[in-house]
């Protein structure tokens, strides 16, 4: 894989009965095609800091996450890519009680562990600290010189990476959707999109905060919006109407969904289509940020919630 290519992924057509009675066109860029685990917005991101880690001549990557953060795992596989030492600085220090039962059951973690990664992990409390000077002098001692990259891998480099997703292909679209966590994949396609489009946002998260994340990050332009009303809950939260959304989007299209981002923002623009939300005849784009290698670690968990439920 070459973190040096500019990579352009396909954009596939959706055809649904609903889209036909206001001749809605409907299409999905498919970034989760890019590599089956440094997918979507995580190849994007990570590009120009792995770029400026070798320039700097480090020869260690470290970032943060949570036990099923898809980009903890993105950071493992593309650093044995290309040639880093990785460490992952994981939120929750009961997880580190029992390694072998963690790595057993968390596919994420396990996967990433294959693939080199060394774990810390850390209490709650010292998560929230993360950034602190105090916690980076820790980590410089026990690990030396490394390159850090942010919880999500969210930084200006990652917005300049992002901001390659949309090509000129793409300036036909009306609306371009977008699903947000820590606000680098939105804040790159708002700097590069069009005077004339639309850059619609589906937070996985719930809150305020986002919107000065994005102004802090982005261009400013106020070509954008934050949809808040498809986050089931919050971060992680999902009921069975999701499940089934997904299992049925995928028999219909083809086209997989994870359920913490992409199947949220999927339900959420099918369901502004059936409420007339968009102007007759609107040319709506899709980005598929990934993040399908974590469905594993999700059915297990969903498996102790709902014995017959999983996501196929």
Same mark, same amino acid.
């Given at each position: 894989?070459?973190?040096?290519?500019?990579?352009?992924?396909?954009?596939?057509?959706?055809?649904?009965?609903?889209?036909?009675?206001?001749?809605?066109?409907?299409?999905?860029?498919?970034?989760?095609?890019?590599?089956?685990?440094?997918?979507?917005?995580?190849?994007?991101?990570?590009?120009?800091?792995?770029?400026?880690?070798?320039?700097?001549?480090?020869?260690?990557?470290?970032?943060?996450?949570?036990?099923?953060?898809?980009?903890?795992?993105?950071?493992?596989?593309?650093?044995?890519?290309?040639? %880093?030492?990785?460490?992952?600085?994981?939120?929750?220090?009961?997880?580190?009680?029992?390694?072998?039962?963690?790595?057993?059951?968390?596919?994420?973690?396990?996967?990433?562990?294959?693939?080199?990664?060394?774990?810390?992990?850390?209490?709650?409390?010292?998560?929230?600290?993360?950034?602190?000077?105090? %916690?980076?002098?820790?980590?410089?001692?026990?690990?030396?010189?490394?390159?850090?990259?942010?919880?999500?891998?969210?930084?200006?480099?990652?917005?300049?990476?992002?901001?390659?997703?949309?090509?000129?292909?793409?300036?036909?679209?009306?609306?371009?959707?977008?699903?947000?966590?820590?606000?680098?994949?939105?804040?790159?396609?708002?700097?590069?999109?069009?005077?004339?489009?639309?850059?619609?946002?589906?937070?996985?998260?719930?809150?305020?905060?986002?919107?000065?994340?994005?102004?802090?990050?982005?261009?400013?332009?106020?070509?954008?919006?934050?949809?808040?009303?498809?986050?089931?809950?919050?971060?992680?939260?999902?009921?069975?109407?999701?499940?089934?959304?997904?299992?049925?989007?995928?028999?219909?299209?083809?086209?997989?969904?994870?359920?913490?981002?992409?199947?949220?923002?999927? %339900?959420?623009?099918?369901?502004?289509?059936?409420?007339?939300?968009?102007?007759?005849?609107?040319?709506?784009?899709?980005?598929?940020?990934?993040?399908?290698?974590?469905?594993?670690?999700?059915?297990?968990?969903?498996?102790?919630? %709902?014995?017959?439920?999983?996501?196929?």
């Amino acid at each position: 894989m070459n973190f040096n290519s500019q990579i352009q992924s396909k954009n596939q057509h959706i055809v649904l009965p609903e889209l036909e009675a206001n001749n809605y066109q409907l299409f999905i860029k498919r970034e989760d095609q890019i590599h089956p685990l440094v997918s979507g917005n995580k190849f994007r991101k990570l590009k120009y800091n792995l770029q400026k880690a070798i320039e700097q001549k480090k020869t260690t990557l470290l970032t943060f996450g949570g036990a099923f953060s898809n980009h903890i795992l993105a950071t493992a596989v593309a650093g044995e890519l290309t040639g %880093f030492k990785t460490i992952g600085i994981i939120r929750g220090d009961e997880l580190g009680n029992n390694i072998e039962k963690t790595l057993a059951t968390n596919s994420t973690l396990r996967n990433a562990s294959e693939r080199g990664m060394q774990f810390e992990f850390v209490t709650r409390e010292t998560y929230r600290n993360k950034t602190s000077i105090e %916690f980076t002098e820790i980590l410089q001692k026990k690990y030396g010189d490394f390159y850090s990259i942010p919880e999500g891998g969210t930084n200006s480099l990652a917005v300049k990476g992002c901001e390659e997703i949309l090509s000129t292909e793409d300036h036909q679209f009306d609306y371009i959707c977008v699903c947000v966590g820590t606000g680098g994949t939105i804040s790159g396609i708002i700097n590069s999109a069009k005077a004339h489009q639309k850059v619609l946002g589906f937070p996985a998260l719930k809150g305020n905060f986002l919107e000065n994340d994005i102004l802090n990050i982005s261009n400013k332009n106020n070509n954008w919006e934050l949809i808040k009303d498809y986050h089931f809950g919050g971060y992680g939260k999902y009921n069975k109407e999701l499940i089934h959304y997904i299992n049925q989007f995928k028999k219909d299209t083809k086209i997989p969904l994870d359920p913490i981002y992409t199947g949220k923002m999927m %339900f959420g623009i099918l369901d502004m289509i059936k409420k007339n939300t968009f102007p007759k005849g609107s040319k709506i784009l899709i980005i598929h940020s990934g993040g399908l290698q974590g469905i594993e670690g999700f059915n297990h968990r969903l498996k102790s919630k %709902f014995s017959d439920l999983k996501i196929l």
